[in-house]
């Protein structure tokens, strides 16, 4: 199976063989996340857990559930949301005397807590994050990992005294997941969302639009900067050093935990299967014998040696030494897996205390001697993501194109790219662009400034930015 | 607050102090866990996964949705079940096709994927857990993790060609679970739970009721063998080695991560508040400097080095060098929050290369040479596991007592103890028992063998088992 041919069917064979979600659950737009996949998942979210933490975020857990009456607190974003929620109506066989509903992301449900908690300037800033799963009754189509009814993410809250403070969190925000997304060797660009596509109740948002061998953006994350309104709506006030009492001003950020699992299968990924990070893959290196008649028991202390003195030196490593898949077959089920290095030992490699390293990104094999092995094994897994890095950033360069008429953009689409044009700033000339072609006005860069070079794409007015427009899921 | 006179208030006081959950969220039955509690209950999780994988269970994670046709599969399943399911009917303004129900459990998640999942035994045994949420309408009083409509657990599956096989792996379930509790210092009994009160859908259930300073019995795991009746609800058949299509034997396996976390606030805090396991206290060592005019920047110097030298012998340790607070407020404040070891540092200490080490258990207080500390530290965290272990293990011994009339039993459970009497087996009597004196039949020690001495304590018939009766959330 092609990936560059068909990447749909590549994607949803990976999920299967990979063991990583199992398609088979039957409620539309609900996925099982198996083992192999489960476990991938859960070294991202460590991985950012650890970070916020650094970073003075307190995690906490909220419940699924919010009251209806909570929900409407914030008029933009009820009427955002209210079509997407799912309603919880009945108790075993009592209607419940008032609707529940599932979160479909949670300032409504965390902001009534934080009306308690903040009291005084000295309880700000409040900085909170939580990993869980949100709903949301999805009338598109659904796909898993990219755009499901259930999905996996974590979300970050916080509270400030000032307007400034605020914004300074919002690039706090972004540079957490910038940092996230680079450790794990994806490529994105990072757009301001036109205001028609902002998040519901946010004075702005900006999104990463990771890149995907469908063409499709794959909005990996989100920062919001939502000025006082949730403040005002939740009633969000603390004392400040003159005794009066003022709004607070409030950011949100969410991290796609499922969409960057997703991420990195597409853009690392080839046509031998996955190919994984080695920050999150849930095993960096696994030993395969190669069998000889005569050599059994020698090989296998030897390679239980190795196995020990690997996983000694932090390396999550396994012995693959069954003996109910041949050797070649071994190396084709850990491929699929994308596990980045594998050993192979054979009776040669054995006598001249040597083994063979195979990286999985390049598939190239090394010799390498048994003293220098951890810190060679070192050194390719972090050679291995700068691998990533670079491989993928340049893909991400190169499905970039400008254009100047409908045509091209179409082209551009059409050819699996992400197009820039100029636009006025006028949302129907948007909404023509998404109906005449079928693309998505995703925004303008935030971390560059990009000055227009003609006038709008569509309507011939003058342009007031550079945006891009992909295809979306 | 003392726990001795008033463990409820005393208890209320601990969570809401200790950041471990807040109970002001505005829907009943549902808990926000705050930071202190959200990474106490992270690190138990991570134990019992670990343990869990080690032994062959592979994580996965479930959609918290269940169709209605799929949850009435098992009919004695839902018929335990059905009157406290929280159910979904809307999706936006839709009335949903098939109305799906938030898992009060997730056999009728899990086992369709079984099916798939299972051909011949070459796939078996099949192992898993995931750590999730789950919900049940309560009807009756709720109690903050205790007894809640959602909350956190650890669920198990296993999947056997034999009904031998599964009957091992009830031990191997219950043997992952005492491991647990006795790291955690936690003391239980371990009952097989009457008919009457067994799984539904089990064949039986084997279930560790923790002791309660309040005498309430204190579910924390349970082990259910359920034989082939879930295997024949969901066609779940393996074709065995003579190519015959045959059922699977089936065990699951519940750990109540929030009912773990009561049981430590319960068990091990005292009139200071918490005392927590090493194991899994988020912090093991907070030191505190005690200032001293001329000495703030060498005690500064002197306490980051210590901090330095216990993080990277890989204790979780923190410095207290705020200056909003004086060093008797950090005493109170971090013997709250149950940190097992104090470090105070003043200038004596820190000119006889000294600290003064305080143990949260019994707040002894020892002057150890700096010299020696990680050494020191390393073994008195050893001690205070095993001390919090001896300590709840006598509690539970005396407060077991043996009743012959009705009328002991409710001095017993008055004095907050588990009475153990001999029953006759007869549903009737266990319903006596409960109407008049409000105790409940929790069941018969599983662990060991323990001979009925007269006759049953209600009708006077021949008497089947000794059991033990406590009163309950």
Known sequence: MEKEENFSDWFDKVLLEASIVDGRYPVKGFTVYRGWGYR????????????????????????????????????????????EVFWITRGGDTELPRKLLLRPTSETAIYPLFKIWIRSHADLPMKMHQTCTIYRYETKATRHLFRAREFLWNEAHTAHASEEEAERQVLEGAGIYSEMYQRLGLSYILLRRPDFDKFHGAVYSIAFDAWNPDGKANQIGTVHNL?????????????NENGDQQL????????????????????????HGLVLPPEVAPLQVVIVPIPYKGYEESLKAYCTDLLQSLQKAGIRSTLDDSDKMRPGEKFYHWEMLGVP???EVGPREMERRTSTLVR???????????AELIPCIQALLNELTENLQRRSK?????????????????TGLDERRMVKVNWCGDENCALQIKEEIGGE???????????????????????????????TY
């Not at 999985?360 to 048994?370: E, F, G, I, M, Y």
């Not at 340049?394 to 179409?410: G, M, N, P």
């Not at 007015?461 to 295809?471: D, F, L, T």
């Open 40 to 83: 991938i998942v859960r070294g991202i979210c460590c991985m950012l857990e650890e970070r916020l933490e650094e970073k003075g975020h307190e995690p906490m857990l909220f419940p699924v559930v919010i009251p209806e009456e909570t929900f409407e607190k914030e008029a933009e974003h009820i009427k955002g949301f209210a079509s």
């Open 227 to 239: 000025g006082d309104k949730f403040a005002k709506a939740f009633e969000i006030t603390y004392e």
């Open 248 to 271: 607070v001003y409030q950011t949100c950020y969410g991290f796609g935990v499922g969409r960057v699992l997703a991420g990195i299968i597409a853009q690392h990924g080839d046509d």
């Open 341 to 343: 290095l594998r050993l």
């Open 360 to 370: 999985r990104d390049t598939l190239k094999r090394t010799s390498v001697l048994s």
């Open 394 to 410: 340049e893909t991400l360069e190169h499905s970039i194109r400008e254009a100047q008429t409908l045509e091209d953009v179409r």
């Open 441 to 471: 006005i995703r925004g303008y860069r935030f971390d560059i400034n990009e000055e227009p070079k003609g006038p709008c794409i569509v309507c011939g007015r003058k342009a007031e930015k550079i945006v891009y427009v992909s295809r």
